[in-house]
């Protein structure tokens, strides 16, 4: 039988991928509280290229009153929101990996 | 005594990074009344709305593992997510009323004005009619 991972691809890549994106969102929040928003550093560039494309799409969906480090958030939580509805679709369908042993 | 030269970046509530417009050029003044009761309304739905229930039913997708698993806590976590993806989707709609607004404005700046404001409180108070249906048999029941 195939390994776990490579059977429920279509459950761990896209997981992981909205995981990754959710945590890093996280730590460029908490890191903007401490280093300005144009520091040169490469972890930092890093963290808001990663990024970047999920705030641009949750900015043109968020009215602008918002303030601008709130996006960071916000966009934190659609992710954890479109985890959650993957996680739904996929127990509805009875697709959810197993645990076995 | 020598003063230091080099000049503070300024830093409070009109912050501007990544060349946002300020906060008071961000809405009308006038928008921020509607603020307080969006807020209510969304705090509204999160204490009383049916999906309330669905997210705590699903805790185990979404509840950090490294907090404790009291059930109050879970509750209150879920109530709280219910409160404010109300805002969020509710504030789909006053964002396109924005994108309408700028392209009539001449320098193209997105805005929350009063109707955006208007658009979101509508939105969310929407979203809230499920609840209402709760509060009615929590009532009916006392």
Do not use: C
Request: aromatic residues 10%.
């Amino acid at each position: 039988m195939d390994h776990p991972l490579i059977a429920y691809w279509y459950f761990h890549l896209p997981n992981f991928v909205l995981a990754a994106l959710f945590w890093t969102l996280l730590g460029r929040f908490v890191l903007a509280l401490f280093v300005p928003e144009n520091w040169d550093n490469y972890i930092w560039r890093a963290f808001v290229r990663l990024t970047e494309p999920v705030v641009r799409i949750v900015r043109a969906i968020t009215p602008a009153i918002v303030p601008p480090r709130m996006l960071l958030l916000l966009a934190a939580l659609w992710l954890l929101v479109l985890r959650l509805g993957l996680f739904m679709v996929l127990a509805a369908g009875d697709l959810l990996p197993r645990l076995e042993g | 005594m020598t003063q230091d030269a080099t000049p503070t970046p300024p830093r409070g509530p009109n912050d501007t990074p990544r060349g946002d417009a300020p906060a008071d050029e961000r809405a009308d003044a006038v928008a921020y009344q509607l603020l307080v009761p969006l807020l209510l309304i969304a705090l509204l739905n999160g204490m009383h709305s049916p999906f309330t229930a669905l997210l705590v039913k699903f805790a185990g997708g979404w509840y950090p593992p490294f907090l404790p698993a009291e059930p109050a806590l879970v509750l209150y976590l879920a109530q709280l997510m219910v409160s404010t993806l109300t805002l969020m989707l509710a504030g789909i709609p006053a964002a396109v009323v924005e994108h309408v607004a700028a392209r009539a404005q001449a320098d193209g700046r997105r805005r929350t004005t009063f109707a955006s404001m208007g658009a979101w409180l509508l939105g969310t108070a929407l979203l809230t009619l499920p609840a209402l249906g709760v509060m009615r048999q929590l009532l009916q029941a006392q």
